[in-house]
Nanobody, 116 residues
Framework: VQLVESGGGLVQPGGSLRLSCAAS????????IHWVRQAPGKGLEWVSC???????TAYAQFVKGRFTVSRDNAKNTYLQMNSLRTEDTALYYC???????????WGQGTQATVSS
């Protein structure tokens, strides 16, 4: 099982980034994939998730209307982040959920920095 994030970078406030999570080694459609972030000096913070089978999604309140999670048929999950704020600066991880609230595999993370 492997999850590999990409797409992070430096962007100005109000800008956009699109993060990707490439999954391999498991039946993608059987799992929820989550996005979790960690800001400098802070703990893990749940951002969003998607049911890889039916595409159902959920979002943390602080990203609703700004972030959009999606997936494709090639085992990729995406997090489109618009109207970025400085407080969105964090290391973003994708993770596979094996049971409610329990994640068994994580990617290495991709850094998103929002700064002027």
């Amino acid at each position: 099982v492997q999850l590999v994030e990409s797409g992070g970078g430096l962007v100005q406030p109000g800008g956009s980034l699109r993060l990707s999570c490439a999954a391999s080694g498991f039946t993608f459609s059987n799992y929820y994939i989550h996005w979790v972030r960690q800001a400098p000096g802070k703990g893990l913070e749940w951002v969003s998730c998607i049911n890889s089978n039916n595409g159902n999604t959920a979002y943390a309140q602080f990203v609703k209307g700004r972030f959009t999670v999606s997936r494709d048929n090639a085992k990729n999950t995406y997090l489109q982040m618009n109207s970025l704020r400085t407080e969105d600066t964090a290391l973003y991880y994708c993770a596979r959920e094996i049971d409610t609230g329990l994640f068994d595999y994580w990617g290495q993370g991709t850094q998103a920095t929002v700064s002027s």
